[in-house]
């Protein structure tokens, strides 16, 4: 055998204690899907779906801003389109936009400096929602503003960092290792994750997107564990530095500092939130914090999917009463949810 079969052979006949490993990353859970590596794992290896998605984590409360600021006078709601069919309490910004709201989709964040300069007497109010990986352009895009002395271009804040909300996961004792995000690890670099590897004594690895790497990653953490070690391996060094980008990281410490966020799915998690600094609070759409009362939907297990007690197919709303044109709960929301490519990719048919 060479190359990555004895790899495959080894998840294969692996006979040892039950594992379950997790992938926090939307798109590692849809490239796990398109190459078809469970049917590569053992029964004993259990690979789960993780919050990768920021979209689908966010609180149905936060949607309702949006769609208010939407149908106010003089402004405009500008958002990615994935954030479009995410339901909030009273509708999704399709609705809203069908009611006369005034809604932009964009692919660049950046893209608001001209249509502000633009538009002087319209409010640009940015549906800033991401992880790690987009929090610098929004700085970037605050700063920007505040040099050009534009005053019309507003933040909807829902960017979250994914270390508290492993945490959580960690606390809950359902994961025995971490296939560790991809684009959020070049942001935070592979040492960001050193403090929760010794605080609970798992294993971390950090990989690309392509079927052999996460095939070796999974073969890394499966290995790390059957010898009863723990550490971070970082399997994708081309792109993921050991401390990570020092320039986003500053930018985000400038501009943003930690705050309290509601996940949905999982609640009201410590610190695993961003909100703007003193110095450019000027910038937000809203004074006070989204505060988030989530009625549960009988029958959805998303926090269980989440968290990984179970994957998408075990909860009996997924393919039925929820499918990705009726989304029930916060997995099936967008494309890059756990449900929500479980779906795409025929998990619901098999």
Known sequence: MTGIEPIIHYLKTYRGKPLTLMEVCGTHTSAIMKNGIREHLSPQIRLVSGPGCPVCVTPAAYIDHAARFALMENHVLVTFGDMMKVPGKTGDLYEARSRGGRIKMIYSPLSLLDLARENPDTTFVMAAVGFETTAPVYAMLVKKARQMGLKNIKLLLAVKTILPAMEAILQEGTVDGFICPGHVSAILGAS?????????????????FEGP?????????????????????????????????KKAQALIDEVFAPCDAWWRGLGLIK????????AFSDFNALDEEIQEDEAVISGCRCTDVITGRINPEECPLFGKACTPTSPKGACMVSSEGACGIWYGTGRSRQ
């Open 192 to 208: 960001a994750y050193e403090p929760l590897q010794k605080r609970y004594n798992k294993p971390f690895t950090v990989v690309g």
């Open 213 to 245: 790497q996460l095939l070796t990653a999974i073969y890394d953490l499966v290995q790390q564990l059957e010898r009863g070690t723990s550490g971070v391996h970082n399997l994708y060094p081309s792109v993921v530095e050991k401390d990570g980008n």
């Open 271 to 278: 610190g695993s939130g961003l909100r703007l600094r003193d």
